[in-house]
């Protein structure tokens, strides 16, 4: 094996981990002596040991004179865990290959100044675009403060999300439905509008049982939440209900201890806002699956970075019918959001379209 086997084993160890780290990245660590792996191990939940405290306890005396691989720069400030930097040089570690440095202000370039400073020769940029793309999330949200937000949609190929009537279930197959619950697993909270609910009365949980659960957040203008909705009965998750202060001054219902009220003076509940109370709360990703109208919001106020379209070869047609994106909508071409498409897959009988914003 090679350096980039090694770190390629490293980014594996921290992929599994996607979804249940919050609000810490994902990270792996591996230790190598004498050209063999002596310690692995990868963050699995926040307060918990990070990857290379992990990497390093399975290496115990074998990390003296040893090589690390790790996929984000170590930290070098007390948290809820002493930092890695000090652990890697108290360990003898001679050699640290780094994926990619730490936008954090906390970290920043000080693992790797503290690393050099004990003489150790460090190496930055192995498989950084894998590492980056690990935590583009994590990365969004600590430079801007917001989460990253993705927007799901399932539509027939004439761009419908539902009949005229409203009936929408189901548009895409069982395949494309299990898709949508890994990208759930993925994300720290999950979003929908009160018209969701009422509609279709989701349970909005995953079926993926390890890490953390997504949280369930609702936009309630007016606090209309039915008290029998399967977010309010269902206590797998915790339910953040977002309203107005004149709502929520209304209506004193009590919920159950695993559902939130939270509530903002603006009426409109802008999504800017809406990012805003959720990057406050450590909320470093949010996955989007509400109506045409929610996705029109975020649409309009620009307000998302990723794209998930689930492509269903049906036809409903129906000037009626709603299509994902609703709203006013933009008036010209040249106010049009421009996408780069990443990637284009089936599903079962069903086409994934992955698409996000073009930077520039």
């Known amino acids: 094996m090679n350096h980039t086997d090694f770190m390629k084993t490293a980014i594996d160890m921290a992929r599994s981990t996607i979804g249940q780290t919050r609000p810490n990245p994902s990270v792996g660590a591996v230790i190598v002596n004498s050209g063999r792996i002596v310690g692995m191990g990868a963050h699995l939940k926040a307060g918990e040991g990070h990857a290379e405290i992990q990497a390093l306890k399975m290496a115990g005396n074998r990390a003296s004179g040893s090589t690390a691989y790790v996929t984000l720069e170590p930290c070098s400030h007390h948290g809820k865990t002493p930092p890695c930097a000090d652990a890697l040089i108290q360990a003898g570690v001679k050699e640290v290959f780094i994926a990619s440095q730490d936008p954090n202000p906390l970290v920043a370039g000080n693992g790797v100044t503290k690393l050099k ?92 049982g390890e890490g953390l659960s997504p949280i369930r957040i609702v936009l309630d203008r007016q606090l209309r939440m039915p008290s029998d909705a399967k977010v309010i009965s269902d206590e797998n998750a915790e339910t953040w209900i977002i309203t107005t202060k004149q709502a929520a001054q209304k209506n004193k219902r009590i919920f159950p201890k695993h559902v939130q009220i939270i509530d903002v003076t603006d009426p409109l509940l802008p999504m800017d806002k809406v990012l805003d109370l959720l990057g406050e709360r450590e909320i470093t990703s949010v996955f989007v699956e509400g109506g045409s109208e929610i996705h029109g919001s975020f649409l309009e106020s620009r307000s998302f970075q990723q794209v998930i379209t689930y492509i269903a070869p049906k036809l409903i047609g129906g000037s009626q019918s709603p299509t994902a994106f609703g709203g006013a909508g933009f008036k010209t071409m040249n106010e049009a959001i421009d996408l780069q498409v990443n990637s284009v897959e089936q599903i079962g009988n069903d086409i994934r379209i992955i698409s996000s914003r073009r930077l520039s």
Do not use: C
């Open 117 to 208: 400073k004990a003489s150790i020769a460090v190496h930055i940029g192995l498989m950084e675009e894998e590492a980056l793309q690990l935590n583009r999330m994590f990365f969004h949200y600590i430079t801007q403060k917001k989460p990253f937000v993705t927007l799901k949609a399932a539509t027939t190929l004439d761009g419908k999300i539902a009949t005229h009537s409203g009936d929408s279930k189901w548009i895409t197959g069982e395949d494309s439905r299990k898709d949508v619950h890994a990208y759930r697993h993925q994300h720290d909270a999950i979003l929908v509008g009160i018209g969701t609910v009422l509609s279709d009365d989701p349970s909005l949980t995953t079926r993926f």
